[in-house]
């Protein structure tokens, strides 16, 4: 049985290996969907790996798409988003983005005591485990402490974007 990999967003090229998903039906789009409604259609728990670059910032609801990344990846399946850092000027000069983010929002949708703020996670059954989180920033502060990183990401925006790289958890309790 073949594993699924889907490039969410994808635009007229998917990555090598995954299923295109778009709202456009341009060339390289496999499944056109509308990813701001639920449900996608994909079955539950039937894809190994989603890939979301540059797309979640387009997109209302960011607990909906959580959710609907959950339900349709397997358990331990990969999520990897890349969005711009909510400071950077690339999050601003597009206007089509509609959320921003930083190195703690994606904590919200860890298991309940693993962060800070995953005790505020009671809207979404939506839970993942995050596997790595990177910054896109000049190659020179990559060689600084992370705490310099991210004061200077906080103060200067010196932070373009995020990487982020999520596994999916599906055995805890509610």
């Known amino acids: 049985m ?38 996608w259609p994909f079955a539950d ?21 959580m959710e609907e990344l959950w339900r349709v990846t397997k358990p331990g399946g990969i ?11 690339g999050a601003f000069q597009d206007p089509t983005h509609v959320k921003f983010f930083t190195e703690r929002t994606f904590e919200y949708f860890t298991v309940d005591g693993a962060t800070e703020l995953s005790h505020y996670n009671y809207y979404s059954h939506a839970r ?5 989180l990177d910054f896109y920033q000049r190659s020179f502060l990559k060689r600084l402490p992370r705490r ?21 958890i599906k055995s805890f309790r509610l």
């Open 128 to 132: 993942f485990e995050i596997e790595r």
């Open 148 to 168: 310099v990183q991210i004061f200077l990401g906080h103060h200067l925006a010196t932070i373009q974007s995020l990487d982020v790289v999520l596994r999916t």
């Open 79 to 89: 999520v990897h988003i890349q969005v711009p850092y909510y400071n950077s000027a």
């Open 45 to 65: 728990s039937s894809v190994e790996r989603c890939v979301l670059f540059n797309l979640l910032e387009h997109l209302p609801d960011t607990i909906l798409v």
């Open 2 to 39: 073949s594993q699924i990999k889907l490039h969410l967003g994808c635009g007229k090229s998917a990555l090598p290996g995954h299923m295109g998903v778009d709202i456009s039906p341009q060339p390289g789009v496999s499944v056109v969907c509308d990813l701001s409604s639920r449900p």
